[in-house]
């Protein structure tokens, strides 16, 4: 079994910054993909950036400059570092990666259980 366990959320004010960390647990040949999303209320839970296993990274726009995806292969481990926070950054926080157990396996996908980012402005 595969367990994310994220990190590092909190508060902080309008312009300060935070870094949130995922690490992959359990039975695992290789990760693929690893991601963040997020989840404010009353809207839908979005992309913020993922990142591959080669180091590729997507964003946001709404993130683009002010936020920055990375990993650590060695300790299956995803981080987003979060500068220039603003109110509307607001939510929570959500990793996800792409997990293969064996060899001849397919990815599944798995999700972390949260951690709330409150941004005050």
């Known amino acids: 079994q595969v367990r994310l366990v994220e990190s590092g959320g909190g508060l902080v004010q309008a312009g300060g910054f935070l870094r949130v960390s995922c690490a992959a647990s359990?039975?695992?040949?290789?990760?693929?993909?690893m991601g963040w999303y997020r989840e404010a209320p009353g809207k839908q839970r979005e992309l913020v950036a993922d990142?591959?296993?080669?180091?590729?990274?997507n964003y946001a726009d709404s993130v683009k400059g002010r936020f920055t995806i990375s990993r650590d292969n060695a300790k299956n481990t995803v981080y987003l570092q979060m500068n220039s926070l603003k109110p509307e950054d607001t939510a929570v926080y959500y990793c996800?990666?792409?997990?293969?157990?064996?060899?001849?396996?397919?990815?599944?996908?798995?999700w972390g259980q949260g951690t709330q980012v409150t941004v005050s402005s």
């Open positions: 996800n990666a792409e997990i293969k157990i064996r060899y001849y396996g397919d990815y599944v996908v798995s």
């Open positions: 359990g039975i695992i040949f290789r990760i693929n993909r």
């Open positions: 990142i591959t296993s080669g180091g590729s990274t």
